[in-house]
Structures are given as C-alpha cells and as structure tokens.
C-alpha cells in the first residue's frame, strides 16, 4: 500500500538535500540528479495514494509529541491534490534548471535549497494539525530567504531576501498568535468538560478543531480566522503585505518558478482552505477574505500594466492571481459552500501549470538574450519558436481565453470564469457586487499586460544586438509538458469539483450552503470573463503589435498616473523610508541608543551602580589575605556555626 510510505514524501527531498549539499560539488550537474529523483519518488507516491484512497478514501497516521500535541499526516482530498501538483511541478522546474543554472558555480548549494524548499512545502501540506503546519510553514519562509538570496554577493538580492523574510514574519506572528488563541479557547472548552478528545485524537489536529467549532465563543472563532487570515496574507502577498514578493525576483528564475508556482505563495490560499470550517463559522471573516481577494487582484494587476521587467510582471500577475483565489474563498464560500475550496484550488492548480510555465519561458529568454527588458527585446518567435509558443499557450491560459457553454478552452478558462461567476452569485444573494467588479476589472487587465509582454517579446523587429537562441531541450522539455496541463487541465473541472467537495464530509465536517436553489447565472455574466479577455488581446495587439496607438504621451514622467503606477502606488518609498527608516531608525534604534546610552551607561558612569560594586569589592577583597591559618579559622568557625543551626533546627534528635 503506498499510503504506508507516507512519510517518505517529505524524507525523500530531505535526504536529498543532505547528500546533495555534502556530496553535490562531486556528481555531474552539480548534483542535481538526486533531488529530481527524489522529488519524482515523492510524486510517484502522491499519485499512488491517490489512486488508493479515490474517490472516499483517507490517510490519517499519528503519534504522540508533547503536552497533548502529535505529529501527523493527514492526506484527504484536499491534501492528495496539492501533494501531487507541488511534486509534479517541483520536479519539471528541478529538470529545467539543470540547464538553466548549468554555468553557475554554486549549483550544489542552489539543488540542495530547492529540494529542501519542496520537502517543506510538502510537509505543509501533509500536516495533520495546525501546530506542525506552522512549524513547516516557517522552514518554508526559511528556504524562501536563503534562495530569493541566493546570490548574497548582489546587494538588490541580499536585500530582497531579507525584506521577504521580515515582512512575511508580519503575517508570521499573527498566524502564531491565532494558534495561541485557539489553544486557549480550546483547553478552556476540554477543562469545562463541555468538548473531549476522542481516544487517538490530539488538541490541535485539524479534525479535533472542526468539532470544537460549535463550542468556541464566535467573536474568539473571528479573531482566530482574522489571524490565520494575516498569516496567509504575508505567505500568499496579498495588500498590504504583497510587496515583497515582486522583489523575490532578485533570485534565479527557476527559483521565482517554485516561489510563484508550486510552493511558497500557495501555502496561505492552502491555509484557507484547510481551515475553511471555521471561516465558513465566521462569515465576518469571510467577508474580509472576499474583499482583501478581490482588490489585490485589481490593484496588482494595475502595476502589471507598466512593469518593463519581464518577471516583474509576472510577479504581479502571481500577487493577482492569488487575490482571485482569496475572492474565490470569501465569496464562493458565502453561497456555496465547501464547493468554494474546489473553485479556489482548481484555480490554484491551474495558475501553477500556467505560472511556472510562463516563469520558465521568461527564464529561457533571459537566458538567451542576457536581459530581463522586455524593451531591449523583440523578433524572438523566429529564433525561438518553442519558448515562444508555449508562453503564447501559458498566456492563453492566464487570460482564460475559451469558448463558453460548449466548454472548450485553456485551464485558466475554466478556473479563472468560474471565481468571476461565483462572485456574481454572492453578489446577487447578498446585493454586494463589489467583488464581482474588482474581479472582471482585474481580468481585462490581466489581458492587457500578459499579451504585452508576449508582443514586445516576440514580435516586431529586434530591438537590440543581442545573440538570441533557442534554448536547449533540458529546458524546453519541461516547457512542453507544462503547456499541454495549461491547455487541457480543465476539463478536468466537474470530477475536481466534485472530488474536494466531499473533503470535510470525509472528516465528519459539514458544511452548509446558502439556502435556496442555484440559479443559472445570465448569459452575459457566462461571456463578460471571454469578453474582457479578447478585448485585452486586441487592445494589446493594436498598441504593441500594428503600433496603432502612439504611447509616448502615456508612457512619460509627466502622466501622473503612469508614474504612480511604475513607482508601484510608492509602496517601496513607503516602506524602506517611512517605515524603514523613520520608524525603525528614528524611533526604536535612537530609542534604543536612548536607554543604552543614557540609562543603562549612565547609571555606571554616574557611579549609582559603580560606585556601590566598587566599595563591595574593597570589603571583600579585605577579607583575601592570603593566610592560610586565617582561611582555616573561618572554615571551621562556619562548620560550628553550622553544627548549632542543626541542633537548635531538629532539637537534639
């Protein structure tokens, strides 16, 4: 049975990253073969256990850890799902940057970080309950610093990583926080007597939180989600903690492939819906999540309008594409009920097939022209025809370009339409559509920026004297096999659906829809996502194919809004100077330097303290003289000292 080699999911990678970085400088490929193999076992057995427990089938194992905790694996629907995709794409991008970082001298260290980087996130996923999730969760962010660091020498770089992993420790302390709140709340609840453990089960397991929901005060359940929320704010970038991740671009382009596609950024939208019962108990929290959703995806698609480097816009797309799956979460959630988990994470699953794909393409034409402008580029399809296809594919996808009620198109088609209807369903049970706007908006911009780029990119004449090439097939394979889930993953859509919308069910968890009969959404409503989709393909096509349009007006240090938007709303300004800088240096450093300086040195050059330990001091050092006869007086005087205390203590017994 491949559910007994559970464990080895996560200790295959693990091992991997032990021998490549002892043993890497000594193997071909600087040891790269070992993590792609063990990466390849971890999803051979993912897929292994799926075919076992499909379609009603679960993998609990347990033992027992410290004060009433465990340390667990949990693979249900949800978890199989995410296991397999995290394994499967890890290992494609694992392939292609044995080509990509072929020149690189430091390639053991890169290998082994990566394959610890995919063990962590497989063990957040294989968590079975909420403490050891966030014990992987922070090795993840540990990884993340170490590889958007990778190359420490460049100081962009060492600087990105470190705002990465101080602005994700934001979303950190609220995600522990809300732990800490839920332990209380539910060790208040077991001491009451009013909830029990069953025999096997632990405080903190996933299955034990669901069945404590009912018993958890609401306002301490809202607080909770709030604070898992904030976790999953700064792991996912959603606003306002999204601004590190355009910068995590500083690191190789496989390594923003992993960050973006398969890994990190997933693990907040993973959150959610791990937790999704009890946001689903508390609809204040939902509503949050909803809004929180919808405007990041609006208000990074903004800036992926007018980024010139061509990962930066793929970074914001990835900052976007994540808010929909929030959105997809909080209004789905609302209406539909634990159905929103199989929208949120068809849509996750697709993006990574389309993102790590569209990442790769751009890291194959970074590697053959030596740039990441996409202005110093142009007249790549010719020599580039595979890249250039595949990304046209990828594309396709992100903008969900499709054909509706015949139900032929690319995975985004099906995942991204279905979170823009789900929002117009929660806009009409509710009278609230302002979801719904942010999220048709956010999609003709989406449009608009990704074929931007593809036209600057491959069209019209070269714009520069760079050699361009195709890239070699270890890098143009993994291209390929990614561009066919792009196109066809979708119609894998009912039976996904279906398949995660009995996840809870199998834990004894249920969850209640909106009342009321589902109502075929207007035909309108089925065509607006096509519609903005090929209307940001046109738009493209006119302004940065047929030059229809002259953009040097728009694009000038003189438009205000250009300059807002390419300064990115000055978020950066924002925070390294405001906060950067007048908070943390002007205010806590010189307050630190404050009480360093002027009280606690003060206090010893005023001689308050000095003075009294020096004058202690000569006492003592009189009473050192060196005399051996002296020494012994005093010792046997304190032995006689003692012999009385005794007696008098115990009264002569």
């Given amino acids: 049975m491949f559910s007994d080699f559970a464990a080895l999911i996560v200790l295959l990678p693990v091992i991997a990253f032990v021998l490549t970085l002892f043993l890497g400088k000594k193997l071909p490929h600087g040891g790269a073969y070992l993590p792609i193999a063990a990466i390849a076992g971890s999803f051979i057995i993912s897929l292994g256990i799926f ?83 966030f014990i992987s969760w922070e090795l993840v962010g540990l990884c993340s610093f170490l590889l958007i660091g990778f190359w420490y020498h460049k100081p962009s ?27 209380v709340n539910m060790s208040d609840i077991i001491t009451s007597r009013a909830f029990s453990l069953a025999p096997g089960n632990f405080i903190l397991q996933f299955k034990s939180m669901f069945d404590a929901i009912p018993l958890i005060d609401k306002t301490q359940l809202t607080y909770i989600t709030l604070l898992f929320f ?14 590190w991740l355009p910068d995590a671009m500083e690191g190789p382009t496989t390594v923003s492939a992993l960050i973006h ?50 990962k930066r816009v793929l970074a914001y797309s990835t900052v976007s594409q994540l808010g929909y799956m929030m959105l997809a979460l909080g209004t789905a959630g609302a209406v539909v009920g634990a159905k929103a988990v199989g929208i ?8 990574a097939f389309f993102k790590a794909l569209l990442f790769l393409c751009a890291g194959s034409v970074i590697h053959a022209v030596g740039t990441n402008d996409i202005r110093e580029m142009g007249g790549l399809f010719g ?47 509710t009278g609230d559509l302002i979801p719904y706007g942010f999220a048709v908006i956010a999609a003709l911009l989406t449009s608009i920026y990704i ?42 859509q009912t039976g996904f659906y279906h398949y995660l919308e009995t996840n809870f069910e199998l834990m004894g968890v249920s969850i209640a829809a909106h009342e009321g009969e589902a109502v075929p959404p207007p035909i309108i409503v089925v065509l607006l996502p096509v519609i903005v989709g090929v209307l940001g393909f046109l738009i493209s096509y006119a302004i940065y194919h047929k030059r229809m349009l002259d953009m040097s007006k728009l694009i000038s240090s003189q438009n205000p809004l250009y300059k807002l938007l390419l300064n990115r709303y000055y978020e950066p300004k924002i925070g390294a100077d405001l906060i950067g800088v007048k908070l943390t240096h002007n205010v806590v450093a010189q307050s630190g330097e404050f009480v360093d300086r002027k009280i606690i040195d ?40 003692l012999l009385v205390l005794l007696r008098i203590k115990f009264g002569g017994t």
């Fill in 51 to 133: 075919l076992q427990i499909y379609p009603e089938g679960i993998v609990q194992q347990s033992i027992p850890w410290f004060a009433g905790m465990n340390l667990g694996i949990l693979i249900d629907p949800l978890a199989v799902v995410m296991l397999m995709m995290v394994s499967f794409v890890s290992m494609l991008i694992h392939i292609y940057a044995v080509g990509y970082m072929s020149h690189d001298p430091a390639r053991p260290r890169y290998f082994a970080e990566t394959s610890l980087f995919t063990a962590a996130m497989l063990s957040v996923v294989l968590s079975d309950n909420i403490l050891q999730f």
């Fill in 157 to 183: 770089a060492a600087a990105a990583a470190k705002k990465a992993f101080l602005v994700t420790r934001v979303g950190d302390v609220l995600f522990l926080a809300g732990i800490v709140l839920l332990y």
């Fill in 230 to 243: 904030g976790g999953a704010v700064g792991k996912s970038g959603q606003f306002p903690l999204h601004g």
């Fill in 261 to 310: 596609a398969a890994t990190m950024v997933t693990a907040g939208v993973y959150l959610v819906a791990r937790t999704f019962p009890m946001f689903v108990a508390a609809p204040d929290s939902l509503l949050v999540v909803a809004y929180v959703g919808g405007f990041t995806a609006l208000f990074a698609a903004t800036m992926g309008l007018v980024m010139n480097d061509i």
């Fill in 344 to 351: 949120s994470m068809f849509h996750l699953i697709s993006h």
């Fill in 383 to 429: 020599k580039m025809k595979i890249t250039a296809t595949t990304m046209m594919i990828a594309a396709l996808a992100l903008a969900g370009i499709g054909i509706p009620f015949i139900n032929i198109g690319t995975a985004g088609f099906f995942s991204k339409d279905a979170i823009i209807e789900g929002a117009f369903e929660y806009g009409e049970k």
């Fill in 451 to 492: 074929f931007r780029l593809w036209f600057m990119a491959f069209t019209g004449t070269p714009r520069s004297e760079r050699h361009s090439h195709e890239s070699p097939g270890v890098m143009t394979g993994p291209l390929m096999i990614l561009a066919v889930f792009a196109l066809f993953f979708g119609f894998s």
């Fill in 602 to 641: 003060g206090l010893v050059i005023d001689n308050i303290i000095s003075n009294t330990l020096f004058q202690l001091g000569e006492v003592v050092r009189k009473l050192q003289t060196g005399v051996v006869q002296n020494y012994a007086s005093v010792t046997l005087l304190g032995i006689g000292l």
